[in-house]
């Protein structure tokens, strides 16, 4: 039984600096998305965010902003990453309360 809660141990500790550093990435990217709008057949972009309950448009310019869709896209696939870090975190608790009885 030692063997299968050092196995645990050591799996949950990985885990968690996972999560530490994909939260730390994760707040130093943007949050929100990009909109386009199309204004008298020009292109103007925008980001979209929530703050609070509103949802805020600030303007980006004519130019598409690839630099920034790539890191809200990162956003996303770290986020994702985030959820599935959490998910094995709580197998991980619920395996190591099965283990103890």
Known sequence: ???LNGILSDSHGYYISIKEKISKKLADLPNGSVKERSIAGQKYYYIQQRVGKKV???YLGKKKPEDLIKKIQMRKSMKNELKKVNEALK???RVKGKSRA
């Open 91 to 93: 197998m991980l608790g």
């Open 1 to 3: 039984m030692n063997v």
């Open 56 to 58: 805020v448009h600030k």
